[in-house]
């Protein structure tokens, strides 16, 4: 009786599951925070009536789902928290290229060589200290001073699996060299005295506490904090200023098109709508980040006008593989 | 003739049992051989980087787990079982209500209960204060940095701590159900003829009581200790670092290969299997076929006055921090996240979604392990053995290894991947991953089936497959229905393999670790509501088996 009782179940859990997507929507796979996605596509379906379903998970876990399923996959757009993952889906060629016209007005920076992907808001990755040792801290002009040994058991650092983590780590490295990059990974994993955080709010929760004296982070994850806490004690630093520095190291959330997709008119839609000015604003308000579209209004409270380091996002992709191999030789948590 | 069809009848379970082994077997042999060979290099550098530590690590956190639920589970049991007082009825019901709480809503909730704006900030003051700068934490820490120059014990410590209490206040009722059922079992007449012969209580304690119930606290650590190695959820909330977090991490930074994890998980499996060889090493020795009847009326010490209050400030203490706390906060959060905001009605549909394939799972990992515990019952040589150890690596192997591996698994089989088969892989992962927990307690319900019982059924003339029928499951089902629902509670907390393979088919811990992850725990605690009352009927269907006995062969 069990038996037959679990067939029926089974078949029950197949008949959701083919109801669980209705067919008239748009699935999107999703690496970025829901919290921060959900507000534009709502804004979005008010306008056109067109549902938008996401599916939440790691960027990574998503783009082996997208080449797993292949044909039969019901996913219609990507949207990932990193632009080396974009572009290894699209040497995977899981992609479909973006018209020229939805691309008007961004900058090729931001988007793929073969414009099979595009980014949708940019973010910086910068320093944040805790106020009460500024002094001790005066020394820091570079990432790379995070290794200084003065810094023992002071630094805090995301999971070396972090995507922003390591798109970081791969402009530094492109741009300082292996060995350089290499010294540099040894010290930060003293410093780190075997902690490391899986989220950056808690790394900004730590130095904010004085726990740890500075961190690594995405810059909107400070401003976050203090939206909450406005008078916590922590100030941003941005690294490799100056003639000589090599800027700060930006990445992007990017959006593409999937290849197999049956609903490109609708997915246009999406993408023209998130690029347009109205779309770029509500996105990059929500998540405090740089909008990619040159017209649209940078959000209040974040760092303007500094140097930028110059390295290409579609090459972040290229870089990955290095990068992780280097994080491996470290051991790094 | 008799004999012939007795060994065809083995010979059907041994060909089951295999069957069963293979296909467990099958998604870690193909991660070891998809991923290729890790290079020497890579080994090494491993071996000097992390291993060494994440072992340590590891190790620590399971023994300082297995010691903390051995104390909860055995003490609540023992005065569960041996004295009678006011209010001992409900003890039983409240100290499996922690089976239906995921081990990372209890990491999420002591994190946030502990921090600043927390109901219990004032334990963790007193630890920073009073304990941390205590002149004899700060005396070893200084020794230790003397001995190794390590200036960090005292942190170390804290975590330790704090995982393993959240660990244990999540695991002991495993403990607690196994001795106490093994507790009530036990004949009184044992003990009263070791007082008649001048033994003192110590005595009758240590030797006659430890050993009669060292096979049920060997086989509930095992549980406990599995748990605890392939545990992600908590400790990835906790930040801290074990073989399963540091194989998670491996494989999210997505390389092509997997060999590096895959290095990894074998270690981790290494490792466990050798506890596992210990665990039954200890049971081996001692297997009891029940004598008759037992003698079930127990005199029971009425416990009154300053012992009363004792009894109940020690399993008030349990039941506050592992059930009262976190069930308060769950409940207060749905009611408030209901009230405010346009609840969802998405619950209820991923309530479904996890009851269903939790319910699946569980019939499918029955009937699957019952041939491995059948054979290894009644054959008990090296391999029934062999295959009842090997049937347990999903218990040791992380979510993801599993669910990746049992992904590749389908993939080989079928050469593509649709969103139906991506179920089926899900199935057969958490199966795999929960067997153990089936073939466990079916075997255990197996021994309560003596031999002489079924030759019975067979001389008198049935066919083995009447005698299967009209014999053997009515003696074992009480103890196949806890094996059902020991499945089916793990399955549905399961997180790993869901976010693997769920594939938009959300499930409470899905959703749970979402939206604790996003730092929404208030939007996570309807989820853990419907969790644990999902859970109740279960539970229920439990305790039940238990009181008649039966269930005690868990």
Known sequence: MIKKRGKLLFLLILVFTFNAWGKDGLVVYSGRHEKFVRPVMDEFSKKTGIKVYLLNSKSTALINRIKLEGKNTKVDAFISNDAGILQIGSDMGLFKPISKETLQGIDKNYRATDNTWVGLSARARVLVINSKYEKQLGFIKSVFDLADPRLLGKVAITDSANNSFIAGLSVYQALAGD??????????????????????????????????????????????????????????????????????????????????????????????????????????????????????????????????????????????????????????Y | MLLKTYRNKFSLSAFSAFFVVLLVLTPLLLILSNGGKLEAERWSNLWGTRAPELLWQTVKLAVAVALVTTILGVSAAWISTRYRFKGSGIIVWLLVLPL???????????????????????????????????????????????????????????????????????????????????????????????????????????RVNVPMLRPAIAASLAIVVLHTISDFGAVRTLQYETFTTEIYRQYSRNRADLSLPAALSVILVVMAFSFLVIERFFRSRQRYFASGKAIDRRYLKEL??????????????????????????????????????????????????????????????????????????????????????????????????????????????????????????????????????????????????????????????????????????????????????LVFIDALKELPAALVLGLGYETLPVVIFHQANEEMMEAAAPAALMLLIASLPALWLLMRGNRNQLASSL
């Open chain 1, 179 to 332: 060995k350089k990059t290499l010294a540099f990974l040894q010290g930060l994993k003293k410093n780190t005295i075997r902690k490391v955080y899986n989220k950056h709010s808690k790394i900004v929760e730590d130095v904010a506490k004085g726990k740890r004296w500075i961190g690594l982070v995405n810059h909107y994850y400070i401003y976050r904090h203090l939206d909450k806490h406005p008078k916590a004690p922590i100030k941003i630093i941005l690294p490799d200023q100056g003639e000589e520095g090599m800027g700060v190291a930006w990445n992007i959330s990017g959006f593409a098109i999937v290849k197999y997709t049956k609903k490109t008119k609708q997915v246009q839609q999406l993408l023209q709508y998130l690029l347009s000015k109205e779309g770029q604003e509500v996105f990059s308000k929500g998540n405090r980040e740089y909008p990619v579209l040159k017209d649209a209004a940078v959000p209040k409270m974040i760092p303007k006008n500094y140097k930028v380091s110059k390295f290409p996002m579609s090459s972040l992709g290229k870089m990955r593989n290095k990068t992780l191999n280097l994080i491996e030789k470290v051991g790094l």
């Open chain 2, 304 to 485: 009154t006055g300053i012992k009363l209050v004792f009894a109940w400030s020690w399993i008030g203490l349990i039941v506050f921090f592992s059930v009262f706390v976190p069930v308060a906060l769950i409940v207060t959060e749905s009611i408030v996240y209901w009230a405010s905001s346009s609840a969802s009605k998405g619950v209820w549909v991923n309530a479904l979604n996890s009851f269903v394939m939790a319910a699946v799972v569980a019939t499918v990992a029955l009937v699957l392990a019952f041939p491995i515990a059948y054979y290894h019952t009644r054959k008990r040589n090296m391999m029934s053995g062999a295959l009842m150890h090997f049937s347990n690596v999903g218990f040791v192997l992380p979510g993801p290894v599993v669910a990746i591996g049992t992904s590749v698994m389908v993939l080989m089989f079928f050469g593509q991947m649709v969103t139906a088969l991506f179920l089926l892989a899900w199935v057969i992962a958490v199966v795999i991953r929960y067997l153990p927990l089936a073939t466990q307690s079916q075997e255990s319900a197996l021994q309560q089936l003596t031999p002489s019982t079924e030759q019975a059924g067979r001389i008198l003339g049935a066919s083995p497959l009447q005698n299967m029928k009209r014999v053997v499951i009515p003696i074992i089902k009480p103890g196949v229905i806890s094996a059902w629902v």
């Open chain 2, 100 to 206: 239906a709480i995921p081990t990372y809503v209890y990491a999420d909730i002591y994190i946030r209960l502990l921090s600043e704006n927390g109901w219990l900030y004032w334990l963790a003051q007193f630890w920073n204060e009073y304990i941390i700068n205590s002149w004899l934490l700060k005396w070893v820490s200084s020794v230790w940095a003397w001995l190794t120059g390590d200036s960090d014990i005292v942190s170390q410590i804290s975590d330790l701590i704090a995982t393993c209490m959240v660990l244990s206040l999540a695991g002991f009722s495993y403990v607690f159900l196994l001795v106490r059922a093994a507790l009530i079992k036990s004949t009184q007449s044992l003990e009263e003829a070791a007082y008649i012969h001048g033994a003192t209580a110590s005595e009758v304690f240590w």
